[in-house]
Nanobody, 114 residues
């Protein structure tokens, strides 16, 4: 079965960094567009970053220049490097993969607070 498993979340001070990882199994990973979404309390889930099969990337305006999405098609992993974190980045971060159908991970909590 398809599994997307996120890791790397936690508590970090403003200005700090975190690297999220998502391990994929049960899919032909290299054929999937991968993305990171986030959902803050009381808000809708929003797209943070996308990486295509050709490694093209796109970002939400709120994270441009601070976050970097990457993928490793050998390890079936997608990453989100988050730098210069702000309190407004606090959310549950979800990994998402899509080819024809889309699949979600269970999410990992990121809390930015002093």
């Amino acid at each position: 079965q398809v599994q997307l498993v996120e890791s790397g979340g936690g508590l970090v001070q403003p200005g700090g960094s975190l690297r999220l990882s998502c391990a994929a199994s049960g899919i032909t990973f290299s054929a999937y567009v991968m993305a990171w979404y986030r959902q803050a309390p009381g808000k809708e889930r929003e797209l943070v970053a996308t990486i295509t099969t050709g490694r093209g990337t796109s970002y939400a305006d709120s994270v441009k220049g601070r976050f970097t999405i990457s993928r490793d098609n050998i390890k079936n992993m997608v990453y989100l490097q988050m730098n210069s974190l702000r309190s407004e980045d606090t959310a549950v971060y979800y990994c998402y993969g899509r080819r024809v159908n889309g699949y979600w991970g269970q999410g990992t909590q990121v809390t930015v607070s002093s």
